[in-house]
């Protein structure tokens, strides 16, 4: 987020913070820098992942400390006129949720709300799948 807009709001760099939408909340540390325009947040979204996920270890900390804000996004544009259909809330190219128009309010988490939030039970296998190396290698030959 904007250094000078965190500053206002009585934030700092590593602070745990709720970043709440009309659709849900998520709790993630949060990052100040002045390259980003004052009314903006700005997330690397793809920072979390579910434990068991894409092979990560359970101590990743894609899964450890990492969020989506894809939790703060309706899957759904609000309903158009009587009769219209429901239309994805997605970016139309890439199918990407719809993050670039989504209005939050960040707050500072209270003293012991640390931790990301939503958790989920980590994701099972796959039929077949096989543990991921500790270290990857590869040789360019």
């Known amino acids: 987020m904007n250094a000078g807009r965190a500053r206002e709001l ?5 602070d ?20 980003v325009e004052a009314n903006t ?3 690397w979204n793809a920072v979390g992942k579910q434990r068991g996920a894409w092979g990560l270890a359970a ?10 804000l894809n939790h703060l996004i309706s899957e759904l544009l609000p309903q158009g006129g009587e009769g219209a259909r429901r239309l994805t809330n997605s970016d ?14 960040v707050t500072k988490a209270a003293p012991g709300e640390t931790g990301v939030w939503p958790v989920f039970a980590a994701a099972t296998p796959l039929p077949g799948e096989t543990a991921s190396p500790a270290t990857l290698r590869w040789t360019v030959r």
Do not use: I, N, Y
């Open 59 to 68: 101590d990743a900390p894609e899964a450890t400390t990492g969020f989506l």
């Open 16 to 35: 745990w913070v709720w970043v709440e939408s009309h659709h849900g909340r998520v709790r993630c540390r949060l990052a100040t820098m002045e390259g």
């Open 10 to 14: 009585g934030l700092a760099d590593d």
């Open 41 to 43: 947040v700005w997330t």
């Open 92 to 105: 139309p190219v890439t199918g990407q949720a719809a993050w670039f128009d989504l209005r939050v309010k």
